[in-house]
């Protein structure tokens, strides 16, 4: 894997230890809520390790920054798979209809993903492509 920064190496370690849940769903969140610092602060709004539940209304919390605000957003949509209820976590989505869109934006989203990655080995340090 590759990570933007040894902070960000650091914080998906800390949250994979963190975390009762070890599979490509939780992967991807902790990874992808480590690309920004402000996700990073806030994991634990953002996340909540004992009942493994997103909270959704830290998008509307006011340390939240336009790039904070996209990384949640995709970070929660690659996470997308039914949890319990709860008045503040991703509520169970039990309906086909709603769930086929998300199947097919996830495998776009993966694809994008790996794009990125990929381009991004390609840039040395001096911001010069290879």
Not at 2 to 17: G, N, P, R, V
Not at 74 to 97: C, D, G, W, Y
Not at 104 to 115: E, I, T
């Amino acid at each position: 894997m590759l990570f933007e920064s040894k902070e960000h190496h650091q914080f998906y370690l800390k949250c994979m230890e963190q975390s009762t849940k070890n599979d490509t769903y939780h992967r991807a969140l902790f990874y992808t809520l480590g690309i920004n610092p402000d996700t990073r602060r806030n994991i634990h709004e953002i996340y909540d390790f004992k009942t493994n539940l997103i909270h959704l209304n830290v998008l509307r919390k006011g340390w939240q920054t336009s790039g904070s605000y996209q990384v949640c957003l995709l970070a929660f949509n690659l996470m997308a798979i039914p949890q319990r209820h709860s008045q503040v976590a991703v509520p169970l989505m039990s309906s086909l209809t709603v769930w086929k869109p998300l199947i097919l934006c996830r495998q776009s989203r993966l694809n994008f993903l790996n794009d990125f990655m990929k381009n991004k080995k390609e840039w040395n340090a001096n911001g010069e492509k290879d």
